[in-house]
């Protein structure tokens, strides 16, 4: 391609078709070939200089020439020229110290090393910059639906040509008991695009919940024009999904509208996920109606929501349980995915239960500490005393206005509560200072001293580790790792912290570190 009776005209029809067939910007061509030509022209008159090549543009021709930098005194001969030579070189008068003067060099007659060389050098521009381009391309299309040939099966990956570029489906990316053979076409949805060294990789899915949202995107006009928003998907690939969609115009069925004429919108998108059941619910802001519509077909008789834990206790009969819980836990287990609200079911036998062991417990808590015979412990309870804590900010007014409990034993009560708090406050400073927790981190304000035990267990012991906490690891939450969500237990679970709490615990704690 490089020789010294290269037509210069040829040379740009080569450089167009270089740049079509690779589909890369034509400048980019040129710039490589200036490099080429620039390496061969060091070896030839020396790498000491400064050689600067240009390609003109408009017609093919092509320039060397070396670059000289005016100086007072010449110290490098190879790069630099005095002020009275330059003058030579350039007749203007204007030319001081700091300009550059250029010497035009003969063209090059490429020898056989020269001439490889300098194709290696446009080659491997010419690839770089093609992966850039496919880079450019497939990183706008994350997130999207891609369609491909299927090229090969690799350790159970499934490798697809997208065209100018190959994807990868992982083995555990795929829908389970799916089989693809070599040469069928295959959708899946592209979940990252990363960029490396060697290249680029195009990481596919068709396990994602996305994938699913996507398909729906394409088979209901309504959504892709925004009428009805997906607002959450989960699912368990190859086997049963659900997807919850709300109408903005209160006119349009969301259900009705993604199921389609006799079914044939959502067919569709269980045909392409081989036979998945696809549950479509419609959207509430009434979180009690939109919990038992994802718990479907089970009836439900009560909902309990812990919005600042973000969990719901769920009550109905033993004739439900089976149908709300679903064959192994598929039920519940997608309707807390799609809520994002960890579920607990409860038969109302269970229910009745608990709550009579959260009753004795607290009875016998009080029994023990306060020195009560059961009677007054249980009469205590229910009465809204269920905690010592709960008495020792009473007053003995109040508690006396409980049927059978006189002033003076109300203020016997209050008493004996505050003195178990003392001694409970000084067991665990005992205990903190046993666990090694640091000052500046008990002192915290809000901070209690059981949480403080909780958090010296797990070796937070400075308010730095504390303040380097994120709320999840504190109250617990979810993560999202490849569209399945994973249950994180908090350290402060048991304390019930709002996450307004939570995160205002972790802020002040950082305001102090990091002042």
């Known amino acids: 391609m490089l020789n010294r009776g290269l037509d210069k005209q040829e040379l740009l029809r080569i450089v167009d078709a270089v740049a079509n067939e690779k589909s890369i910007d034509k400048e980019l061509v040129i710039g490589s070939m200036e490099s080429a030509i620039q390496k061969a022209a060091l070896t030839k008159f020396g790498n000491d200089n400064n050689i600067e090549v240009i390609i003109d543009r408009e017609s093919g021709e092509i320039k060397i020439q070396k670059v000289l930098e005016v100086v007072e005194n010449v110290e490098d001969a190879a790069r630099e020229i005095t002020l009275k030579e330059a003058q030579k070189l350039d007749s203007n008068n204007e030319l001081k110290v700091g300009d550059k003067v250029f010497e035009e060099l003969p063209q090059i007659d490429f020898g056989r090393i020269a001439a490889q060389s300098a194709k290696q050098v446009i080659s491997s521009r010419v690839r770089e910059a093609e992966k850039n381009r496919q880079y450019e391309d497939f990183i706008d299309k994350q997130r999207q639906i891609l369609s491909g040939i299927i090229k090969r099966l690799e350790y159970g990956n499934v490798i697809v040509d997208l065209g100018k570029a190959e994807g990868v489906i992982k083995k555990d990316e795929l829908i389970p008991r799916e089989i693809l053979k070599t040469g069928d076409r295959v959708k899946a949805y592209c979940y990252e695009v990363k960029k490396e060294l060697k290249g680029h990789q195009i990481f596919l899915s068709r396990a994602h919940p996305q994938f699913l949202a996507k398909l729906f995107h394409q088979e209901v006009p309504e959504i892709y024009e925004g009428t009805i928003e997906i607002k959450s998907v989960a699912r368990d690939p190859g086997s049963r999904a659900k997807i919850c969609v709300h109408s903005q115009d209160s006119s349009i069925d ?73 064959r192994r836990g598929q039920n519940v287990r997608l309707a807390s995915k799609l809520t994002n609200y960890e579920i607990d079911i409860l038969t109302d036998k269970e229910d009745s239960e608990r709550r009579q062991a959260e009753f004795k417990d607290k009875t016998e808590t009080l029994i023990k500490n306060l020195e009560v015979d059961e009677t007054l412990g249980q009469l205590l309870v229910s009465e809204g005393y269920p905690s010592i804590e709960d ?30 708090l003392i001694k409970e406050k000084e067991a665990v400073a005992q205990k903190l200072k046993e666990l090694g927790v640091e000052d500046n981190l008990i002192n915290l304000k809000g901070m209690t001293q059981g949480m403080l035990v909780i958090l010296g267990q797990k070796n937070i012991k400075k308010l730095s580790d504390f303040a380097d906490l994120s709320s999840d690891e504190l109250i617990g939450g979810f993560d999202e790792i490849k569209g399945k969500k994973i249950r994180i237990e908090g350290y402060l679970e048991e304390f019930s912290l709002s996450r307004k709490e939570a995160d205002e615990l972790i802020m002040a704690a950082r305001e102090i570190v990091y002042k």
């Open 391 to 420: 008495i020792a900010q009473s007053t003995a007014e109040d508690i006396s206005k409980i049927e059978a409990i006189d002033e003076e034993t109300a203020k016997e009560l209050i008493n004996r509560s505050k003195e178990t």
């Open 254 to 326: 969301p259900v009705g509208a993604c199921v389609g004429m006799r079914g044939s919108r959502v067919q569709t998108i269980v045909n392409e996920l081989h036979g998945e059941k696809i549950d479509i619910i419609k959207w509430t802001e009434d979180l009690p109606t939109l919990i038992s519509e994802s718990l479907s077909p089970a009836e439900i008789q009560r909902v309990l929501i812990d919005q600042d834990n973000k969990r719901i206790d769920i009550i109905l009969t033993e004739e439900n349980l089976s149908k709300a819980i679903g």
